[in-house]
């Protein structure tokens, strides 16, 4: 049976093995685009529970290990990746809920409800993909739970069984199979059950590589910042008291030196007939038993027992979201809005546009689900619109409107020019579901191109990518490679324009100076009909160096 203690440091050397591994995933991506990619989102999610896990003493449930990482998973689920890990790891939850410990056949039953959770949450689940991993995993663990109570028999066939169909992921998906590489997600996963795996099996928490940094503070620089002070926090409870005095009382220092044996930060005051206690303990229970050797407890004030560590969790989150500004609100009107982007210029668009909160983040640093919940409660509106203005947001985004009580709509933008016109398609007038229909009409229609660079060596359709090579991406694919970034935009920009459009809209980025762009822009007015007219607009997006809307 595998405890509460084995657990958690099974997922702490899960997080830090693949924080270790993830450049390695990431390399995995068929397409080198500079994004947020598998590996890194991967590992910021699992990342995210690693300081929670490390609070909790050796005596924890097993149920409530899973519990603590399952719901540090989900607040920090970065990418779709990152929010299907989290939504295994909730029904793995679910299923080891009110165990103090579990067996082959309850973990059996926590990976398939696990499996279940994530492909109830995909629109259109794609086999070939971490989904179809963890699938078979379960479904071995089912099939191998009915012939042994072994732990480590039965972990070591699940991880096989990931293993196997890991490798054959290359030949389920044809993009996978022309780049020659097996799932990133799929591998992601592997690398976290074998890893669980090996501390089952007696080993070690890993070590964090040489030259890496941990995921349990990348995830929320914050916090870990003012994580360094949970070390003051030896013990959990803050204990104080007051008590009458017996006649024949003993003498107060005795209670002061049996309370240092069992806690610290000991303050005792002693007079003629009362005796006042402070103390931090683990076992408040023993504190006040002990003192009633001395006295009896007086009403007013009452004995207090707070837990410092919940107290902590607490000034941090405030604290956090104060440092962000993204403080509570109070509903003021009735609609507002969230959106993501990264760049000065595209933040100051979007606000000009409307929005109440822009999360920044985008492509390069997929925002955490628990980024876009804090955004929407800051929101002072009755119903928030969330544009995740990414495909690889959208998911995280779903998920954060479960957390909260609020009405919140999450709008299909994938794309910075979709998130755009649908807020231009906004009217303040009409309901919720009529603007929900027209601003999913508006953002259908636009086009959008992407101009960016090759973060690393690969293959598009038989052609060898070097890193640094332009990419030319049309509506989120591939389109062709070029060694001119003004080449790339004028053949990209003629490519979208085909058939009916007038307007084009060109968004420079930070690595292309204002004059290139106006350059830029003359160029594409001169190439095109008279009946299209080009607009300039700063985005300051890192990464890309045009973002081209065309309508």
Not at 283 to 307: H, R, S, T, V, Y
Not at 480 to 500: H, M, R
Not at 507 to 525: P, S
Request: proline residues 3%; negative net charge; aromatic residues 6%.
């Amino acid at each position: 049976m595998i405890n509460g203690a084995l657990f958690r440091d099974a997922v702490i050397s899960a997080a830090i093995t693949l924080n270790n591994r993830k450049r390695e995933v990431d390399e995995l991506n068929v397409y080198p685009v500079p994004d947020g990619d598998t590996g890194t989102n991967m590992s910021m999610t699992i990342g995210n529970s690693v300081a929670e896990l490390k609070r909790l003493p050796d005596g924890v449930d097993i149920s409530e290990a899973a519990s603590a990482a399952a719901s540090a998973f989900l607040r920090g689920a970065r990418g779709n990746s990152g929010v299907i890990l989290s939504l295994i790891f909730r029904g793995i939850s679910k299923g080891l809920s009110d165990l103090s410990e579990a067996g082959c056949e309850d973990f059996a039953n926590a990976l398939a409800l696990g499996v279940e959770s994530a492909y109830k949450a995909v629109m259109k689940p794609v086999e070939g993909t971490i989904l179809t991993v963890s699938r078979c995993a379960a479904e071995k663990a089912k099939e191998i739970a009915l012939s042994t109570n072994d732990d480590i028999v039965f972990w070591k066939e699940v991880c096989d069984e990931a293993e196997k169909v890991l490798a054959q992921t290359t030949e389920m998906l044809p993009q996978l199979k022309k780049a020659g590489v097996v799932d990133a997600g799929g591998m992601g996963f592997t690398i976290i059950i074998k890893a669980m795996y090996e501390v089952f099996n007696g080993g070690a928490i890993a070590e964090p590589a040489e030259g890496t940094e941990s995921d349990d503070k990348s995830a929320d620089s914050f916090r870990a910042a003012a994580s360094q002070y949970d070390d003051d926090i030896t013990f959990t409870y803050c204990t104080e008291f007051m008590l009458e005095k017996h006649e024949d009382c003993p003498d107060p220092f005795k209670l002061r030196a049996y309370l240092e044996t069992i806690g610290d930060c000991v303050v005792l005051v002693d007079d003629e007939k009362i005796i006042k206690v402070h103390v931090h303990t683990d076992n408040p229970g023993k504190a006040l038993q002990k003192a009633l050797e001395f006295g009896c407890f007086i009403n007013d004030p009452k004995p207090k027992i707070e837990n410092m560590r919940i107290q902590h969790e607490k000034r941090v989150k405030e604290a956090k979201q104060l440092e962000d500004g993204f403080a509570p609100a109070m509903p003021e009107k009735q609609f507002g809005f969230v959106a993501v982007a990264a760049g000065h210029g595209l933040e100051a668009m979007f606000t000009d546009l409307g929005a109440d909160v822009v999360v920044q983040g985008g492509q390069t640093m997929n925002p955490s689900t628990d980024d876009i919940l804090r955004a929407i409660l800051a929101t002072p509106a009755k119903t928030v619109f969330v544009l995740p203005n990414n495909k690889n947001i959208i998911m995280a985004a779903e998920q954060a409107v479960k957390l909260t009580d609020k009405s919140v709509c999450v709008l299909q933008t994938r794309t910075i020019p979709q998130g755009i016109s649908a807020m231009l398609a906004f009217d303040d007038s009409l309901s919720l579901a009529d603007n929900r229909i027209n601003m999913t009409k508006a953002l259908e229609k636009v086009s959008t191109g992407l101009i960016t660079f090759a973060a690393r060596n690969s293959e598009f359709e038989g052609h060898p990518i070097k890193e640094g090579e332009i990419l030319a991406l049309d509506n989120g694919k591939l389109s062709f490679t070029e060694k001119d970034i003004n080449k790339a935009t004028l053949k990209l920009v003629k490519k979208l324009t085909k058939g009916d459009a007038s307007y084009v809209t060109l968004i420079y980025g930070a690595d292309v100076t204002a004059e290139n762009a106006e350059q830029m822009q003359q160029l594409l007015q001169s190439k095109l009909s008279d009946k299209i007219e080009v607009m300039l607009v700063s985005g300051g997006q890192p990464v890309y160096y045009y973002i081209i809307s065309v309508e």
